[in-house]
């Protein structure tokens, strides 16, 4: 098999090159002549006292990892592909309390836990609300004189406030959670000057929070998914601290990539029109599994092998990071018929914008299709006619697809 035709020293989680694309073509390269390859880096560079990572590309290789955690590890060095890299180890270690980070046996025991809040039964409460929330937030948007920014206008409102109305939190201190979240994955972005202290300071902020909140519960349970996950500990609920780190990771796992996957839905409805006239008029049920596809708003996680084993054929030794590009899986050949087309009507849809499946396979799923379905009736309802003002400003990140702003018109 030919090597990749790939510059020396080309890495996939270099933050300056996802600040201006997904590096799709090289994804390509990737899966057709090397689909597990060594991508090596300055020792330190992404925090980690290493020099590189194994990329896997392709999709049957993706799942085949994310499906074997007693070979592929999340919590040995997180599931961050890439840090600051003036980050300390034990900033890294800490984030194993996350479960993001578990591994089984203590990663089942948590998330048994919290997923009673991720119930059909419980999503289902929430749509009546989430709807008209939708609706209100579109409502607004409509009603601003000339272009508006639909990230911070549309995107991150009904996301924000699904989080609210889960958990409890009240709609007044959204915009702290917005806030505190933004700083925490924002690290590589100089605009927005956000050292990686800030960003370990946001986390802390969050975490109080939700233990201040689970305290409160614990004092005065109501009938609300924080009683349901921290009252009476010893019978088998979260203690403040999981509870602080499980509030922590659904502001980004629930609130970034879910705006971040409506930002980039949208700005692919604007530049395939004949897709946005086709939902307007059609609604497909099977839009928002394609719009999670085509933005894959996580481009990669990693795991660490936990032993020498191999994927594909190639060695991969204890210790060995391996990167796992969510976007490339969801762009193979061998898996979606003509790939590079948004297509809302694409059934099935197999794609990892979810994860791989396995443990870590996404908790709030139903919720952020929910989100998205519903956000973009609304859109489709209320603002027609949307047109884009400009290109979209992309986020410099390692490991987030994100937008940092995509100003629209409905003139």
């Known amino acids: 098999m030919p090597c990749p035709a790939l510059p020396d020293g080309f890495d996939l989680t270099d933050p300056d090159l996802l600040h201006h694309r997904v590096p799709l073509p090289e994804f390509a390269e990737l899966r057709r002549a090397e689909p597990v390859r060594w991508i090596p880096q300055p020792q330190g560079i992404a925090g980690f006292a290493d020099t590189g990572y194994w990329a896997v590309t392709r999709h049957a290789d993706v799942k ?147 233990m201040n909140m689970a305290a409160e519960r614990k004092q005065c349970p109501a009938r609300d998914i924080v009683t349901t996950l921290v009252a009476a500990e010893d019978e088998g609920n979260l203690n403040s601290d999981e509870f602080g780190f499980f509030v922590l990771m659904l502001a980004v796992a629930g609130n970034e990539t879910t705006r971040n996957a409506i930002t980039h839905g949208m700005h692919a409805f604007l530049t395939h029109p004949e897709q946005w006239d086709l939902f307007r008029r059609e609604r497909p049920a099977t839009t928002a599994e394609e719009i999670v596809r085509w933005a894959t708003p996580v481009n990669a996680f990693q795991r660490t092998a936990t032993q020498d084993t191999e994927v594909s054929g190639v060695r991969i030794a204890k210790g060995d990071r391996v990167g796992l590009f969510y976007a490339s899986a969801n762009h193979d050949p061998e898996v979606f018929t003509d790939p590079d087309a948004f297509d809302i009507t694409r059934d099935p849809n197999p794609h990892l914008g979810f994860g791989g499946g396995g443990p870590h396979f996404c908790l709030g799923k139903s919720l952020a299709v929910l989100e998205i379905d519903l956000i973009f009736n609304a859109v489709a309802d209320a603002m027609p006619g949307l047109r884009l003002a400009a290109e979209p400003r992309r986020l410099r990140s390692a490991w987030i697809n994100g937008v940092k702003e995509l100003r629209v018109t409905t003139s």
Not at 66 to 76: A, D, I, Q, V
Not at 91 to 105: E, K, V, Y
Not at 159 to 166: D, F, G, K, R, V
């Open 64 to 210: 085949y990892v994310s499906t074997h955690p007693e070979l592929f590890s999340s919590t040995l060095n997180t599931a961050i592909i890439r840090f600051n890299e003036h980050i300390q180890r034990d900033a890294i270690d800490a984030q194993r309390l996350i479960l993001l980070n578990m591994d089984p046996p203590e990663h089942t025991r948590v998330r048994q836990i919290v997923q009673r809040g991720f119930t059909p039964r419980s999503i289902r409460a929430l749509e009546d609300r989430l709807r008209a929330r939708a609706a209100a937030i579109v409502a607004a948007a409509r009603d601003r004189s000339g272009p508006f920014d639909f990230v911070t206008e549309v995107a991150c409102e009904l996301p924000l406030q699904a989080i609210a109305e889960l958990i409890g939190v009240p709609q007044e201190d959204r915009s702290k959670i917005f806030d505190w979240s933004n700083k925490m994955i924002a690290y590589d972005d100089p605009e927005y000057a956000i050292t990686e202290e800030v960003g370990a300071e946001s986390a802390a902020e969050i975490i109080a929070y939700a």
